[in-house]
């Protein structure tokens, strides 16, 4: 007989609560949501609750039946509301295209579900403000993925931000540099158009370092921006046509944050050789950190105050026990990499649900997704108008 056959039930470890995860999209981001949910529990000992596979959703029936199998979800739907209405979802996770995130979201709210959603959270900030009130009406617990905040270099970058390590901030510096479309002949997909995507390199990706700067320096108040589409044709997918595309290769702003602090924000899908640069910067009265996602598991500090930092930045390498999550990866010195920034995330969320802690400061809730996505259209107003907007 085993030791766990002559054992009372009362002595066993309770079993963690389970909670149902239905999966809208099976590309890119169903595929790195899919991947975090199974990597948690096995990571994190003991986890806050079990995510739970039930289903997953795509256009194509035949790719979502092989992303199910290859995922492990024991179901597969073609139509979100039958994922949003299945009795065994608790938590509906949308990575579907912009223009996809509002009607599902709203409809799980309705319906009680917990819900994380991909960024940015609308198309515009009219659109994510009927989902943050929907969220907010029914009560549920909600993320939106700006899971850079997750990687633990900026985590300690915030900590060592707050306690004062560089003073008083002055000045924040972000660029998100991509070349993936620099080729005229990548195809015109939804991230082309403005009814899908409602931004280019903006939205895309410029909302990652938008939110960046909320969560490392605090709330954004104005903003001046310029933007720039310099391929104006892109080849439809399965034609031999062409279309109109209509959104952003590349911006850059210049914002004002509430606290005093001055900032510059670009990014760009067209910067040839970059392929996932986002360097952050931040200086203040006291010393500088600097962060490039190309290396992500180190980050640089500058202290005027340390005579040893004279001579230069230093390079702390963000893989010991001590630094944010680092414990439950590998021993100190062993880099993790892109997707494990994911898996930190959703351990966040579901210790927030099973815990019924807050998902903010740490998490972005829908009202941080709505925060940038006001952002977002000031600099587009921006634009338009040649002059300062207000964010307020
Ligand atoms: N957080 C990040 O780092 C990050 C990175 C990439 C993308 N994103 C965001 O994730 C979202 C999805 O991006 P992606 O790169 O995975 O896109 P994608 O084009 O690779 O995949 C879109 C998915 O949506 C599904 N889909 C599209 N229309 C549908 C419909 N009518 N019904 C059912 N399913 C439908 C497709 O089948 C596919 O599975 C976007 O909002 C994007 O901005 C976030």
């Known amino acids: 007989m085993t030791a766990t056959h002559g054992s009372r039930k009362a002595d066993r470890p309770k079993a963690k609560k389970a909670f149902g995860i239905g999966m809208l999209?099976?590309?890119f981001m169903g595929k790195a949501h899919s991947n975090a949910y199974v990597r948690m529990p096995f990571f994190f000992d003991p986890p806050p609750a079990i995510p739970r596979l039930v289903t997953i959703c795509g256009r194509s029936r035949q790719?979502?039946?092989e992303a199910a199998e290859r995922y492990g979800y024991p179901r597969y739907e073609t139509d979100w509301r039958k994922v949003v209405a299945d009795p065994e979802v608790d938590v509906v996770d949308n990575g579907l295209p912009n223009d996809m995130h509002a009607a599902p979201c709203i409809e799980a709210a309705e319906r009680g579900k917990s819900i994380l959603c991909e960024k940015p959270l609308a198309r515009n900030a009219k659109e994510s403000e009927t989902m943050l009130r929907a969220v907010t009406k029914a009560g549920v617990k909600n993320m939106v993925f700006y899971n850079y905040r997750f990687v633990p270099a900026i985590h300690l970058f915030r900590q060592l931000v707050a306690e004062g390590a560089v003073g008083k901030v002055?000045?924040?510096r972000a660029a998100y540099?991509?070349?993936w479309i620099v080729d005229p002949n990548f195809p015109l997909t939804w991230r082309f158009r403005k009814s899908s995507s409602g931004s280019g390199a903006l939205g895309d990706i410029g909302s990652h370092v938008i939110d960046l700067g909320r969560f490392l320096v605090g709330e954004i108040e104005s903003t001046c921006a310029l933007t720039k589409t310099f391929m104006h044709e892109r080849p439809i997918p399965g034609t031999s046509k062409k279309g109109r595309v209509d959104v952003d290769d590349a911006f850059i702003s210049m914002v004002k944050f509430k606290g005093g602090?001055?900032?510059s924000i670009e990014a760009s899908r067209v910067a040839a050789g970059r392929k996932n640069h986002a360097r952050i910067e931040v200086h203040g009265s006291e010393g500088s950190l600097y962060f490039d996602l190309e290396r992500l598991n180190e980050l640089q500090l500058?202290?005027?105050?340390?005579?040893?930092?004279?001579?230069g930045f230093r390079?702390?390498?963000v893989t010991e026990r001590m630094h944010p999550f680092m414990s439950n990866w590998w021993p100190p010195g062993h880099s993790i990499g892109w997707e494990h920034a994911m898996v930190n995330q959703v351990y966040h969320f579901f210790d927030a649900l099973a815990n019924d802690k807050k998902v903010e400061p740490w998490g972005a809730t829908f009202h941080d997704g709505h925060r940038v996505d006001v952002i977002l259209d000031a600099m587009l107003k921006s634009v338009r108008t040649e002059r300062w907007e207000s964010t307020s």
């Open 63 to 65: 790719k979502v039946r």
């Open 170 to 172: 002055r000045q924040f």
């Open 25 to 27: 999209g099976y590309s």
């Open 315 to 317: 390079i702390i390498s």
């Open 177 to 179: 540099l991509q070349d």
């Open 302 to 311: 500058y202290s005027l105050r340390d005579p040893a930092d004279r001579r």
């Open 261 to 263: 602090a001055m900032g």
